[in-house]
């Protein structure tokens, strides 16, 4: 279940992000279904790895450098996805921004739902 809700955030996000961001296109709702699948297999898998091996760079900027990987692998997933397009890693630094909002606000209705 969590994972669905963690697609669908992502999913939202695209959706979102492709409204008020000149720099993100999505092409079409069977596009951002896709992209969102595969930018949650790709935070799920490849994410970790990078902020391992980026820790002290981390650590250095206070954890400012986890933007720049994040934009990185938003870019990568456009570049596997196609219908989705990010300009550059400003604007995907920007995405990773919305997609983290998006997040946690799914994050805290499924919270405030148990309760």
């Not at 492709?18 to 595969?38: E, H, K, M, R, S």
């Not at 990568?76 to 397009?85: E, I, M, N, P, R």
Request: hydrophobic share 65%; glycine share 4%; aromatic share 10%.
């Amino acid at each position: 279940m969590h994972l669905l809700i963690q697609w669908l955030a992502t999913v939202v996000a695209i959706i979102i992000s492709a409204y008020i961001l000149p720099g993100v296109i999505v092409f079409d709702l069977p596009t951002a279904l896709f992209a969102g699948l595969i930018l949650s297999l790709i935070n799920i898998a490849i994410k970790p790895v990078f902020v391992v091996l980026t820790l002290p760079l981390n650590i250095l900027t206070l954890g400012l450098f986890t933007f720049i990987i994040n934009g990185l692998l938003i870019l990568l997933s456009a570049s596997l996805v196609d219908g989705f397009h990010v300009d550059n890693i400003w604007w995907a630094i920007l995405f990773s921004i919305i997609l983290s909002l998006v997040t946690s606000l799914f994050h805290e209705a499924k919270k405030n739902h148990k309760h």
